[in-house]
């Protein structure tokens, strides 16, 4: 559970279980209130896959499904920049071209003639990206613009910048093989059994320490037998993973390793995920989202925590432009950071990110990127025509605001 759940299970005095079936009773009293978590996308998600799987046998093959992962980093990592400023109630329509900007300062400083190395390439684009949320976070709090109009001047903005920068039609290409291995590098097979075990590891310690706290503060929580039946979920997982990823998938050549993109991903999730979930800013965003004027009467500096969920926005933008730019082994002009950005919403609602603030997570951002990335893989597999894929993602999407507009009115 995250800061905000404990608190509101704290103050409502709620026991403590004491067997699975009390425990899962608890459960599934809070999915009819309408705290449904992460069930409609994961359902929806193994719904795609099953449908996909049924038109086309090559869906479910290690190829495509590794692919499919590559493939989602972008929409994954944009939707998780979303999440941060959706929770506090507002939105932010430049994060499409604001990773636009990260990759054209990662691609210009990365050039021969300049020679930066590819550590200080990246870092002065995340520097230039938070930079451009700050502004846009002080133009929205300091002054009292919208932030549908503030972050709509600036998607306008960085587009001209972009444009300048690179010239009509024009690209700049990146030759440092360590910025183009980001999404085409894969780690060894030893190296990704390795890192599985430390993550689950690390997961289990935690969650078990976690869980024997709230037991013993009377607060409510899964019984020990659930909780390693948790940790045993994830190993089983982590394992189907590295299974997954070690195949050999290559045509010409043996292809195999799990790509360290998607490891990029899962560090960006875990660190905005503990942010969110396990610190007083996240309890903060989730105060002012919730409703800003209780917040403010708490003594929460409003202005300060909307800036800042701007800027980890625009920060979380500029590694995925980073990711876009080591996929495609350039940046140019053709970049569409107009679609980027309504994927990234998309993504972040279709997830289970509230539109209304006050609800959501960073691994709602994750899931709602695999959703997006699984109807363009599976309907580029069947053929069919970019019109369709916006077709459907608007119809998925709009379920998805359904389910939230519902489960908010019953909570």
């Known amino acids: 559970m995250s800061v905000r759940e404990d608190a509101a299970t704290a103050q409502a005095g709620a026991p403590a279980a004491t067997s699975v079936g009390e425990y899962l009773g608890l459960a599934w009293r809070r999915i009819k209130g309408g705290e449904t978590g992460v069930l409609p996308v994961v359902g929806g998600l193994i719904l795609v896959s099953v449908l996909f799987q049924a038109l086309d046998g090559h869906f479910l093959t290690a190829g495509n499904l590794v692919n499919l992962l590559v493939q989602a980093a972008v929409f994954a ?17 430049s994060v499409g071209f604001v990773a636009g900007i990260g990759a054209v300062v990662l691609a210009w400083l990365a050039r021969p003639q300049f020679g930066w190395p590819w550590w200080a390439a990246i870092g002065a684009a995340l520097v230039a990206t938070t930079l451009i949320g700050l502004l846009h976070g002080t133009l929205i709090t300091r002054i009292g613009l919208p932030s549908f109009v503030v972050t709509l001047g600036g998607l306008l903005f960085w587009q001209g910048v972009m444009l300048f920068v690179l010239g009509n039609g024009g690209s700049i290409q990146i030759q440092d093989p360590v910025l183009n291995a980001i999404t085409s590098g894969t780690l060894s097979r030893p190296l990704g059994w390795a890192l599985m075990l430390v993550v689950v590891a690390v997961f289990g310690v935690v969650v078990w320490r976690r869980d024997a706290r709230r037991r013993g503060s009377g607060l409510v929580a899964p019984p ?44 960006v999730l875990v660190v ?15 105060a002012v989202g919730g409703n800003a004027e209780a917040a ?28 876009y730019a080591s996929r495609l082994r350039s940046i140019s002009t053709s970049l569409d950071g107009g679609t980027l950005v309504l994927y990234a919403v998309a993504g972040a609602v279709i997830g289970g990110t509230s539109l209304f603030g006050g609800r959501g997570k960073a691994l709602h951002g994750v899931l709602g990127g695999l959703v997006i990335a699984a109807i363009d893989n599976g309907m580029g597999l069947l053929g069919f025509s970019a019109a369709a894929k916006y077709v459907v993602t608007a119809v998925v999407l709009l379920v998805a605001v359904t389910i939230d507009a519902v489960a908010r009115r019953r909570t």
């Open 77 to 93: 990592l944009l939707s998780m920049a979303e999440v941060f400023v959706l929770l506090l109630g507002e939105i932010d329509l």
């Open 224 to 267: 020990g037998a659930l909780t390693l039946a948790k940790i045993a979920a994830l190993l089983v997982g982590g394992a189907g993973l590295i299974l997954l990823a070690n195949a050999d998938r290559g045509m010409l050549a043996p292809v195999y390793g799990l790509p360290w993109v998607v490891v990029l991903v899962l560090g």
């Open 272 to 286: 905005w995920a503990y942010l969110l979930g396990r610190r007083r800013f996240g309890l903060y965003v989730y």
């Open 296 to 323: 403010r009467r708490a003594g929460i500096n409003l202005a300060r925590i909307r800036t800042a969920g701007f800027v980890l926005s625009s920060l979380t933008a500029g590694i995925a432009g980073i990711v």
